[in-house]
């Protein structure tokens, strides 16, 4: 991996510790600007902690103990970054929102049901918890994502008219509560 990223000269520098590994097999090895770890089922993956979005965050608020390990790289792209650790959570940048973490059945629901960031945007808002029947919700750019027990995690389309409708309601907390499912467009008649 660190050839990949450039060596010495990349963003991560001169390795300054070697790779030690711990009997489950996660190893890690430490450079000058970040660490790099690898598993047997997620490969080899960095944290950039001078060159980096999400890695610096990592870094100051618990790396592995909150975080754990990376299970990818740090993704970036126009609109902001993100990186997958292995205790099921994403730490997430853009200039407009700075770091988010999302995690739990939201993360779950951005990749597995949403397809990733792109469909979503990125986080605008921290999470919250504590709404009805022990919901949680957060926002994204382009829509807000709604959780509870009993309804699991789906968004609602801010800009469309559905999105309009169910925050003029009262969102969960009205008539209609959570959303069980995701907005499907494309029936006849539009």
Do not use: M
């Not at 080899?44 to 608020?61: D, E, I, M, N, Y």
């Not at 902001?80 to 959570?89: E, M, N």
């Not at 949680?136 to 829509?143: E, H, S, Y």
């Amino acid at each position: 991996k660190g050839k990949e990223l450039g060596g010495a000269p990349g963003p991560l520098g001169e390795p300054t510790s070697n790779e030690k590994c711990d009997p489950a097999g996660l190893c890690v090895e430490a450079f000058a600007a970040g660490e790099i770890y690898y598993t047997p089922s997620t490969g080899a993956h960095a944290v950039l902690f001078a060159s980096g979005q999400t890695g610096p965050r990592w870094k100051s608020t618990g790396a592995l103990d909150s975080y754990g390990y990376p299970v990818t790289d740090e993704k970036c792209d126009a609109d902001g970054c993100f990186q997958r650790f292995s205790k099921g959570r994403d730490l997430t940048w853009s200039e407009a929102h700075g770091h988010q973490q999302v995690w739990g059945a939201i993360v779950d629901a951005v990749h597995r049901i949403y397809g990733g960031y792109k469909a979503t945007g990125f986080p605008t808002s921290a999470e919250l918890c504590g709404l009805k029947d022990q919901g949680c919700a957060q926002d994204f750019g382009q829509l807000r994502i709604v959780w509870s027990a009993a309804s699991g995690a789906y968004g609602v389309l801010k800009p469309g008219a559905i999105g309009f409708l169910y925050q003029n309601s009262g969102a969960e907390q009205g008539k209609l509560g959570f959303p069980t499912s995701r907005e499907t467009c494309g029936l006849k008649a539009g």
